[in-house]
Structures are given as C-alpha cells and as structure tokens.
C-alpha cells in the first residue's frame, strides 16, 4: 500500500493553464474590490446599480472589502498548493455571482450586467469541473490497485 503523500503532483504548476484559469478569477475579485473601494460611483454603475450619494458609499466599501476578502482567501490555498481546498473554496464562491446576478435582476431585469455576473458564475463552474477531474485524478493515482 502506498501511503505517501507526493505533494508535487497534489498542486497546479504556474506554467498549467488550470492554474492561471483559476487564478484569474481570485485575483480579478480583488481587483474589482479595490475599485469597489476606490471608486465607488464608477464600481457601482458597473456592476449595474450606480451608487452617486456619498452616504451610500460605506456600502460599497463593505462590498470591496468582501471581494478582496474573498479573493484573497481563495489564492492563498491556491498558492500554497492546496489543491483540494481550493477546489472547495472555488465551488463554493460559484454562489456570489450568481447571487450578485439575482439582485440584478431583481433591481434591473434581464439587464447587461447580469450576464456579466452569470458568465462569471458559469466560468467557474466549468473551472471546478477541471480542479475536480484533477483532484479525483490525483486521488486516483495515490490509490493502491
């Protein structure tokens, strides 16, 4: 029985394209946060709910804060080579762009930005259907036969 633990082959090398497929969401979160800080009229108006009173911007501040938040947890076991909490940390996130794509529609129909936030949902779907298939691969390789 082989019991141990091949950590090389347990992570996503930086020159595999499932990495930066998977890292291009993270980081664009944090991104998209630090405008959500910086700029929250513009930040807002894209995401398709301007926000033009001053006494709504801690609002979008909040909402900065939870993306870099976000983003940055995701990237860290990402970086640190975790594949299999990754994978969970990436399925999971799946649920805000849609739910950010259900206020859109709620507050603008079937408005520009809510493909947006669907198309990013359904990315990530189909990025944690390949962590998935690697993960079980990995998984697949350490089992004895």
Same mark, same amino acid.
């Given at each position: 029985?082989?019991?141990?633990?091949n950590?090389?082959s347990s992570?996503?090398?930086?020159n595999?394209?499932?990495?930066?497929?998977?890292f291009?969401?993270?980081a664009a979160i944090?991104?998209?946060?630090?405008?959500?800080?910086?700029n929250?009229v513009?930040?807002s108006?894209a995401y398709?709910?301007p926000?033009?009173?001053?006494?709504a911007f801690?609002?979008?501040?909040i909402?900065g804060?939870?993306?870099?938040?976000?983003?940055?947890?995701?990237?860290?076991?990402?970086?640190?080579?975790?594949l299999?909490?990754?994978?969970?940390l990436f #399925?999971l996130a !799946?649920l %805000?762009?849609? +739910?950010?794509g =259900?206020?859109?529609l709620r507050h603008?129909? &079937? #408005?520009p930005p !809510?493909f %947006?936030q669907w +198309?990013t949902? =359904?990315?990530m779907m189909?990025?944690?259907? &390949?962590l998935?298939?690697?993960?079980k691969?990995l998984h697949?390789?350490?089992t004895?036969t």
């Amino acid at each position: 029985m082989n019991t141990t633990t091949n950590t090389e082959s347990s992570t996503l090398k930086k020159n595999s394209p499932l990495f930066w497929f998977t890292f291009l969401i993270p980081a664009a979160i944090i991104a998209i946060g630090i405008n959500f800080i910086l700029n929250p009229v513009g930040a807002s108006t894209a995401y398709g709910i301007p926000i033009h009173d001053p006494d709504a911007f801690p609002f979008m501040w909040i909402k900065g804060i939870r993306d870099i938040f976000s983003g940055l947890v995701v990237l860290t076991f990402l970086l640190r080579g975790d594949l299999r909490i990754t994978l969970t940390l990436f #399925a999971l996130a !799946i649920l %805000i762009p849609i +739910g950010d794509g =259900l206020v859109i529609l709620r507050h603008l129909g &079937f #408005a520009p930005p !809510i493909f %947006i936030q669907w +198309g990013t949902a =359904l990315y990530m779907m189909i990025v944690t259907a &390949f962590l998935a298939k690697k993960v079980k691969s990995l998984h697949t390789e350490r089992t004895p036969t």
